[in-house]
């Protein structure tokens, strides 16, 4: 028997390899997707990929991450003569 994941909500703990394949499964299928690490990096870094995969992210909840773990903004980090030391 299949499962409808369509409007359904999934939470996926890290945001690694197997996190991120199955976020990528799960969206193909129509399902929302939750994700969450503790290593907000990881998270940070698959970000785009998940994007290209249909996942909506919210700009707000990128920024305050990346401001926590002292990341410069994208304009910054082409310019790094911008950023404050």
Do not use: C, H
């Not at 998270?43 to 410069?72: C, F, H």
């Amino acid at each position: 028997m299949k499962r409808d994941y369509r409007d359904k909500q999934i939470t996926i703990i890290g945001a690694g390899s197997t996190g991120r394949s199955l976020a990528k499964f799960f969206l193909a299928q129509g399902a929302r997707i939750v994700l969450s690490d503790n290593r907000s990096a990881e998270l940070l870094d698959n970000l785009d990929e998940l994007k290209k995969a249909g996942m909506t992210v919210a700009r707000r909840t990128v920024t305050k991450y990346r401001k926590r773990m002292g990341i410069p903004s994208s304009r910054q980090r082409r310019d790094w003569s911008l950023v404050k030391k």
